[in-house]
């Protein structure tokens, strides 16, 4: 066996040391839930009545105890989405797999699942990452009528995961799997798409031609192609073992995808309660699948969104992880993976190259994984390095390949792209901030220039067609917190950011709030806290401070004398936006907590 990292297993242990109290009170609160909590046997007639009313043929089974498992489907599917779309026959198609084993399924509930492509840089944007905790909250809902045994979690995308494993974790005792649906076949090559935008940005092209370069990419069922927040996710998952092995990147569909579906339905009948090989959530999402994951997210370039949402996930199992363990395990994890927009090929290509099963196998070779894992499927997360396959019709797993097939997009920690990690925490004295190092080039991750100052998008988009930001600048986007605006994506300052820096300008953004996980080539420090609405230092920035961004040395700081800076008042904030169902969110804009800690009112309000 390799023996792990020297800092992989120093940061578990501060994972551990910190967590001990909380943790065991996640256990000790599962336990419980497990012996006296709400379960099928436990309900009165009545209420157990109501509860198979409708099932139909699986009716006598669930009526009679006569199922080996009674799963519950908590879906996100929607027709309106590309990603979810595939999950509208998945129900049926489940019920039949878990009747081949003896059990029965039933839709316990859905889920919201709201699009960042659609809603990025409109309004709907600040319902994002509360939607995560409106999710998580549907999942609880889903599963609170205590009819389940086990549950199967159908989700992909940008807050979607993160809600659904949130929720599901407060049922901690049940065992779960993830089921991916996977993403649409490959379109208009990156590069084009990212020209395009550009020219756009720039003027040099119409509405017509963007929209043409648009459909082109996003054209078909499935998830999106680009290495983004959601199929970040889906390495997560992998990372994990909460997925079946080699599920993430099977493209909808197909007979392998509803094969590997059909297998996770199988498997979550030999993981329940009543069998020898019980593998409850709750323990499969400990210190050290946590840690697995960040490890995942900095080898492979993925989303900066998980520096909010792995918190806001640990928690909810009794677990704190913090930016300084994800920069610490920064230092220690190579980047090994470049897939766009972070390279040239989408995750089709990186599944080609020998995806996620070579990722895992790799990573652990090289001691940078914990392999003594509770997983879903298989004895430790070695058995998650594999990849399904037919032979014929039946459904079997091959060892990952030996050797990435495109060095150009995946290689060993030994040859790796750059020696660190694809993301690093900066702090000074405007706080602490996330900097997606992964896609920006080496020379440009040092910065200093003057700041101009917004706390609006879109003002930023009219100073750009102005061209009052030719120069080098720092720009600097304040009042998009969690609790000023909900945090909003901040995707679309990408394309005129890009073209200043093409220009031969030195260009980077500071900002409260979030990018997207297809964040690009400008460097950005991102969810800087605190944020400027309650005191936060970045409200104190004048229009021609002089900012100095470093992700080498880890800095993030305003160069103005200390206490002329410590005496300057803060910036009136906007007022709070109304339409678009804004308002009805207000009570999680209040009660949010910090990005480091997760951006939830929910996890704040629970005392988690």
Known sequence: MTELHPEVAAVTERVVSRSRETRRAYLDLIAREREAGVRRGKLACGNLAHGFAASGEDKAAIRDERTVMNIGIVTAYNDMLSAHQPYGRYPEQIKLFARERGATAQVAGGTPAMCDGVTQGQS??????????????????????????????????????????????????????????????????????????????????????????????????????????????????????????????????????????????????????????????????????????????????????????????????????????????????????????????????????GGMSFVMAALLDAGLLHDDILTVAGQSLRDHARDPKLDGEELVFEDAVPESLDDTMLRRPGNPFQPDGGMRLVKGNLGRATFKTSAVEEHRRTIEAPARVFSDQDEVLKAFKAGELERDVVVVVRFQGPKANGMPELHKLTPPLGVLQDRGHKVALVTDGRMSGASGKVPAAIHLSPEALGGGPIGRIRDGDVVRLSAADGLLQVLVDEAEFAARPEAEAPEPAQGTGRELFAFMRQGADTAERGASAMLAAAGL
Not at 260 to 266: D, L, M, S
Request: glycine share 12%; proline share 5%; aromatic share 6%.
């Open 124 to 353: 709907g944007m600040e319902l994002s990452l509360f939607s995560r905790d409106t999710i998580a909250l549907s999942t609880a809902v889903a599963l609170s009528h205590g009819m389940f045994d086990g549950a199967a979690l159908l989700g992909i995308c940008d807050k979607i995961v993160p809600g659904l494993l949130i929720g599901a974790l407060r049922f901690g005792h049940l065992p779960t799997i993830l089921i991916p649906a996977g993403p649409m076949p490959s379109g208009l090559a990156n590069k084009e798409k990212q020209r395009i935008r550009q020219l756009y940005a720039e003027g040099k092209v119409g509405r017509a031609e963007l929209l043409e370069s648009e459909s082109a990419s996003y054209h078909a069922a499935g998830t999106c192609t680009f290495y983004g927040t959601a199929n970040s996710n889906q390495m997560m998952m992998d990372m994990m073992g909460l997925h079946m092995p080699g599920a993430s990147f099977i493209n909808p569909g197909t007979k392998l995808r509803q094969a590997v579906t059909r297998a996770a339905i199988h498997r979550l009948t030999e993981i329940g309660g009543a069998g020898n090989d019980y593998r409850p959530l709750g323990l499969c999402v400990d210190e050290k699948a946590i840690v697995n994951a960040a490890v995942g997210l900095l080898a492979t370039g993925g989303s900066t969104n998980h520096a909010i949402h792995l918190p806001a996930i640990a928690r909810a199992a009794g677990i704190v992880i913090d930016w300084e363990d994800i920069d610490r395990l920064s230092s220690a994890v190579p980047l090994i993976a470049r897939v766009y927009p972070n390279g040239a090929g989408d995750v089709n290509h990186f599944h080609a190259a």
